[in-house]
Structures are given as structure tokens and as C-alpha cells.
């Protein structure tokens, strides 16, 4: 009997998680977080295998966990062939080389998991700069003589110094350069992305805005009538997508930019400055919020919070909360005393607490089902005109 031929398929690499309960983050927090770091890992094609948290009042020093965690990971890890360790938090320089020594596998930590992604997904040249510059800027102070994983290229014609010199001051002098070269390049796309916003003219700008995956997407789709790019993972949209909208006889631009996510990376925030200047210079933002998450208050925490830190919080914001068609809860029943928390809140118990908070902006809509559009265009249709006919007041005759 002939033998079945061996697969061909690449092995999927494992990966295991870590993360801390400090006195920040207790451990309801601190496990949502390596949730959503296993959704990060999956996205970037490697496999979550086990997850390890530990209790501590701040990272370790030398190596983030302590020594008996540290203990506990290298034995599972050669008992369950990990080939990845990955860490809920931005690790140090000596953090990742102390635990590269020790645990002799490949180590990531959030930010350069997020680098990573984004760079997979970059479908444009502008995209693809930006990520290159924030990758770059990252491994500068990390190098350590052996980075594979990026092109060693110079400007101009000059190769290595003299044959005493390091190679670690050779690769540094070489990143250095890349990073001079990418800030010129996106410095001339960022001018020419200026360029285009400003030749769009005084038209009233709509910007989506919102927590990475929550269907900003989709909803651009179903409002402007286009296909943009839509997926169910992490960062689907990198570069930004603009659309002519028109609402009865009312026009106006809708922009479909990055997704936020917790600590996103400050190199990423830098070099994305011209597609967050959409943000910035919107009239309205469309906060997006997956309603069905059970983090979705925290998420948009983070998206306020990423607001104000890039100048954008002073906005008008309609608040629409998407995913209606798949958000559960579990009812309580009469005898039950105990107390009552996020999962037993049915969907009309948060609407009637979000509809009475803030500016009263705040909408509930499934953009897969395409229930309760009409109630948000016409939202959208009277927040525009307001601005609209301030804007142009000779054309007050035509509503």
C-alpha cells in the first residue's frame, strides 16, 4: 500500500499569551484585554494556545513576570512546543532581550503585534509608508544585530564604515537612514493628501470614526452605496476611503478611516497623522460602537480618549450603536436577588440609559440587517443641514 503524501501546508506557528493583574487592572479588565490580544494573535495568522496572568503591583523590571511565572511559561513551552510568547503590554528594550535569553523563542509584545498587522494589511503605497515608519521607529531602540524581517538598504552609495565597526552602529546608522528617508516620502504624500482635502472646498465632512472591527465599514457601504473593502478581523481599513453622500437633496463627504484599539501604538498615531487629520478636520464624527461586545462601554472609552489625545475631541458626535441583531443577554429571574450586572440588561434597558445621556445623539441599528437605517439617515440628514445652511445661508430656500 502506497504511502498518503505528506502535507505541504505550512505549520501553523503557536502562540502562548501573558498578561498582569495590577492594581490598574483588576482581573475581569485584565483578562478582557488577553481576549482581545488572542483576537489580535489569530488575526495575525498564529495560533492562541494558553493564556498566563499574573498577579503583580507593577511589570517586572528585567522581565515583566516574576521568577515563577517566568518558570511556569518556559516549562510549558517546552512541554507544548510554543514557538511565540506574546505580552498584553509594550515590553523594553532589555525587557525582550532578557526574556529572548530565557525562553528562547521568538517574543512579541502588543505594539509590535499591532505593527505587524498593520503591515500585512497595507494595500497602498501611502499605507504601506506609514506602517514601514512606524515599524522602523519602533526597532530602533530593540536592535540587536539580527532583524531579518525588514530590508537593509542605505540612501546614496556608501556601504559599511570601517572594519572595526560594529555591526549593531551599522545596522542603527542603516534604520536611521530608512527612517529619514520614509518621514521625507510621507512627508510629500502628507502634503499632497492636504492638497486633496483642501480642493474638496468648504463641503460639510463626515467622519466614522470607532473601536477596530465594529462595522464602520459596512455602514459605509450602506450609506454612500459603494463597495469599500468590509471583513469580520481586526483593522480591515487602513487607508481612507471617501465617499460623496447624498441624503434627499442634502450632499456631503463620508470618510471611512482606522479603527482604534486600546494603547495603539504612539509610532503608529505619528506616522498615520494625514489619514487622522480626516478626523480631525471632520464636522461630524459617526462613533461606531459594537453594542454586542461586552466591553463596548470600555472600547468607547477608548475612542473618546483617542479623541482628545489627537485634538478631535471637541467634535460633534452622533453615537450609533451597531450590531443590534447580535447582542444577548440573559433574563433574570423574579426570585433572583443577586445583583444585576451588564449581562441581564436587555437591549430596550440601553437604549432608554444611552438615549438620556450627552447630546441625545444616539442611535440603534444592525448595518448587516439594515435595521433602523432610516432612523440614522434622517439623524445624520438634520445634524448636516444644521451645519449646512449655517454654512451656506443663501441656501435656506431649498429645505
Partial sequence: MSKKPESTAPKQRKAILVGLITKHQDVDKAQEY?????????????????????????PDKSTFVGKGKLNEIKTYIKENDIDVVVFDDELSPSQQRNLEKELERKILDRTYLIL?????????????????LAQYQYLLPRLTGMWTHLERQRGGTGTRGGAG???????????????????????????QMATQRKNRGEMIRVALVGYTNVGKSTLMNLLSKSTVFAENKLFATLDTTVRKVVIDNLFFLLSDTVG???????????????????????DVLLHVVDISHPAFANQMETV????????????????????????????????DLTPETKDNVSLEQLKQTWMSKGNGLNVFISATEKNNIDELRTMVYNEVKKLHVKRYPYHNLLY
Fill in 34 to 58: 488577553l481576549d482581545e490580544l488572542a483576537f489580535l494573535v489569530e488575526t495575525d495568522g498564529l495560533l492562541p494556545t494558553k493564556q498566563f496572568l499574573q498577579r503583580l503591583e507593577k
Fill in 116 to 132: 505587524e498587522i498593520f503591515a500585512a494589511r497595507a494595500r497602498t503605497a501611502h499605507a504601506s509608508t506609514q506602517v514601514k
Fill in 260 to 282: 482604534f484599539i486600546r494603547k495603539l501604538p504612539t509610532q503608529l498615531v505619528e506616522s498615520f497623522k494625514s489619514t487622522l487629520d480626516e478626523v480631525r478636520e471632520a
Fill in 304 to 335: 473618546t480618549n483617542t479623541l482628545t489625545e489627537i485634538g478631535a475631541g471637541d467634535k460633534l458626535i452622533i453615537t450609533i450603536f451597531n450590531k443590534t441583531d447580535a447582542y444577548h443577554f440573559t433574563e433574570k429571574e423574579e426570585d
Fill in 165 to 191: 565597526e560594529k555591526e549593531i552602529e551599522t545596522d542603527r546608522r542603516n534604520v536611521r537612514d530608512r527612517i529619514s528617508v520614509l518621514k521625507k516620502e510621507l512627508l510629500d504624500i502628507d502634503q
